[in-house]
């Protein structure tokens, strides 16, 4: 065995070994399919911390990110929830502390995607997490049917632009 092989021979025992205790999470939600697992979180015994606001933004499969003291998060609100519907996105900018809309940008979009496969009945609404850039202050989304957008958090969400993936490439 050369040395650099004694290296990562040894580096990889180190690194494993904090896996040694780990539960397994072999699938979707767990070995359960509780999506709980049998690990100590190591979080004070007063978690989970007590629920501040709750409120509904509308349909879609997305996750809210946290960026400083504000919570960005999108839904879609329409008349029924099935394909060929158009109703709006919405991308809320929320205060974090009070759950109180700071802003809010909404465009015209249909629930589903107008190239949609699989479970059409569950699944529809935003189904992106919006992503922050932090030297810039810019958000940017993504919709069901392929409208990426381009928003300006310091200037109350103004749109600075937006391209349809299915428009520009067909």
Do not use: H
């Amino acid at each position: 065995m050369s040395k650099s092989e004694i290296l990562i021979s040894a580096i990889l025992v180190v690194s494993c070994g904090s896996f040694a205790g780990a539960a397994d999470w072999p699938c979707w939600l767990g070995e359960t399919n509780s999506g709980v697992t049998s690990e100590k979180s190591g979080w004070p015994a007063n978690w989970p911390p007590k629920k501040l606001w709750t409120r509904s933004v509308g349909y879609g499969c997305t996750s809210p990110i946290i960026v400083g003291r504000k919570l960005y998060v999108m839904g879609w609100r329409g008349p029924r929830r099935r394909a060929g519907v158009k109703g709006t996105d919405t991308l809320y900018c929320i205060d974090a502390a009070s759950g109180k809309d700071v802003w809010t940008q909404s465009y015209a979009c249909l629930y589903q995607g107008r190239v949609s496969t699989g479970d059409a009945s569950a699944y529809g609404g935003p189904s992106s997490t919006p992503a922050f850039d932090k030297a810039t202050g810019l958000i940017y989304t993504v919709s069901i049917d392929g409208d990426m957008r381009c928003w300006d958090s310091r200037k109350g969400g103004v749109l600075v632009w937006k391209l349809n993936f299915y428009d520009k490439y067909k």
